[in-house]
């Protein structure tokens, strides 16, 4: 089995776990920048969105075989806009975690929505919950996720490994989905 864990939104990343725990890859959600628009200076409008084309590819290339009855499970973090959020930024965020679900039931990928309170309660218990703090628990856990996570900037792919190692725990407990 495949663990898909998501970090969503233009800037997250998704991490592929396999059910003993090994790290089969990591990568940040693929973008497009489209053109559309003037600023209010008058220069164009740039704005980043997911690229579904790439998000499909990305997915099926970890598919796992469903003729040796090996699947794929997903799990998403399910956030909510923050306060004082644009309603520009809360729109694209949300357009975003829309797109990748859509994707997820297009391809028949069973997922589960988990708070970040959640999975960061069972994942970092004690620890900070700052976004590096992340990547500190993750390396602990997956010493592996080194070669994934070089810059304190990945701390997305550090989400979506956790995220993944959450969502394989929990269905290794056999614990309701």
Known sequence: ???????PGVSG??????????ILGVCDVPTIKTVGGKTPKGNPRVRTSIDVAALVLLLENYMPDAEMNVYSRAVMEHVSP????????????????GIVQGVLHALRIP???????????????GAAKDKGQSIVVVKRLLPSASDWIKL????????????ALYGLRKYQKGEPR
């Open 13 to 22: 990343s998704f991490a592929f776990l396999s059910d003993d725990e090994k």
């Open 82 to 97: 923050m306060p004082g959020e644009g309603t520009v930024s809360a729109f694209t965020f949300g357009r975003s975690v």
């Open 111 to 125: 997922f589960e929505m988990v708070t970040p309170k959640s999975w960061k309660k069972a994942m970092m218990p």
């Open 152 to 163: 304190q900037s990945h701390h997305g792919r550090s989400d979506a490994l956790l995220i």
């Open 1 to 7: 089995m495949v663990f898909i864990g998501i970090d």
